[in-house]
């Protein structure tokens, strides 16, 4: 998340300028975990938020995030 708000920084936006993120997890026993550090990186604001459970990543991550914001 955190590279995620540098990279709309970059762009010129902001991450209340989010629109809908997606999230695929590897485990979705990771959901827990995974919510309460979005939840504190989006501070109240709430775009739409998708959750994809996955079999496998790139890379063998465990969680790999989609964003879309707009200017």
Same mark, same amino acid.
């Given at each position: @998340?955190?590279?995620?708000?540098?990279?709309?920084?970059?762009?010129?936006?902001?991450? /209340?300028? @989010?629109?809908?993120?997606?999230?695929? !997890?590897?485990?979705?026993? !990771?959901?827990? *975990? &995974?919510?309460?550090?979005?939840?504190?990186? &989006? /501070?109240?604001?709430? $775009?739409? *938020?998708?959750? &994809? $459970?996955?079999? =496998?990543?790139?890379? *063998?991550?465990?969680? =790999?995030? =989609?964003?879309?914001?707009? @200017?």
């Amino acid at each position: @998340m955190s590279n995620i708000a540098y990279i709309l920084k970059k762009a010129g936006s902001h991450k /209340d300028k @989010m629109l809908k993120v997606t999230l695929y !997890l590897h485990d979705i026993g !990771l959901l827990d *975990r &995974v919510d309460n550090v979005y939840q504190g990186v &989006v /501070d109240g604001y709430q $775009p739409a *938020r998708s959750i &994809v $459970p996955t079999n =496998e990543l790139h890379y *063998r991550f465990q969680i =790999e995030i =989609e964003a879309i914001a707009s @200017m």
